[in-house]
T-cell receptor
Framework: DSGVTQTPKHLITATGQRVTLRCSPRSGDLSVYWYQQSLDQGLQFLIQYYNGEERAKGNILERFSAQQFPDLHSELNLSSLELGDSALYFC?????????????FGSGTRLTVV | TQLLEQSPQFLSIQEGENLTVYCNSSSVFSSLQWYRQEPGEGPVLLVTVVTGGEVKKLKRLTFQFGDARKDSSLHITAAQPGDTGLYLCAGLSSGTYKYIFGTGTRLKVLA
């Protein structure tokens, strides 16, 4: 157990729908990062929050949004889902806003859009 | 565009063989990490190297950070089937403070 908790583990939904992925960072970590990993692809950075504020944005679609709450958990909202959104979505956390020592990853949410 | 290129992209070897995976960039990194990811799971941090020329050993794994802090290597001695997975290097760019993941090396160790 890495200490980063992601729910749900698996999600199957239809095109056009909206889903919410949840992440609780490791205790004491203030930064949360969201990544997308499609089949046999690398990790694509989506967005980072630090202590409740958006810190950095990557290749996040306008249909996707995220937020970090006062208790530091984060949610990634995916709307108007398309088949191509099927992927593993990972959350990672770190203590600082920019970590020189890497991230701790959760075990991911596997999203399947049918 | 800052890239971390890994080579080889794929590697299939027999149990007991040695191997080296490379991670190269034209940019300087203040640190580099190596992760291993198993299918359906999140990447697990193996090591962090910070100082140019630094060498770290983790059992059969040896990690090296280049003198100029632009490249790194991972050497596995006497590979075992349990070493199978996707190996990712990643680093914090000194200039942009962006955290970048490498392109990945998929290793399969056959029993």
């Amino acid at each position: 157990d890495s200490g980063v908790t992601q729910t749900p583990k698996h999600l199957i939904t239809a095109t056009g729908q909206r889903v919410t992925l949840r992440c609780s960072p490791r205790s004491g970590d203030l930064s949360v990062y969201w990544y997308q990993q499609s089949l046999d692809q690398g990790l694509q950075f989506l967005i980072q929050y630090y202590n409740g504020e958006e810190r950095a944005k990557g290749n996040i679609l306008e249909r996707f949004s995220a937020q970090q709450f006062p208790d530091l958990h984060s949610e990634l909202n995916l709307s108007s889902l398309e088949l191509g959104d099927s992927a593993l979505y990972f959350c990672a956390s770190s203590v600082a806003a920019s970590s020189n020592y890497g991230y701790t990853f959760g075990s991911g949410t596997r999203l399947t859009v049918v | 565009t800052q890239l971390l290129e890994q080579s080889p992209q794929f590697l299939s070897i027999q149990e007991g063989e040695n191997l080296t995976v490379y991670c190269n960039s034209s940019s300087v990194f203040s640190s580099l990490q190596w992760y291993r990811q198993e299918p359906g799971e999140g990447p697990v941090l193996l090591v962090t190297v910070v100082t140019g020329g630094e060498v770290k050993k983790l059992k059969r794994l040896t990690f090296q950070f280049g003198d100029a802090r632009k490249d790194s290597s991972l050497h596995i001695t006497a590979a075992q089937p349990g070493d199978t997975g996707l190996y990712l290097c990643a680093g914090l760019s000194s200039g942009t403070y962006k955290y970048i993941f490498g392109t990945g090396t998929r290793l399969k160790v056959l029993a």
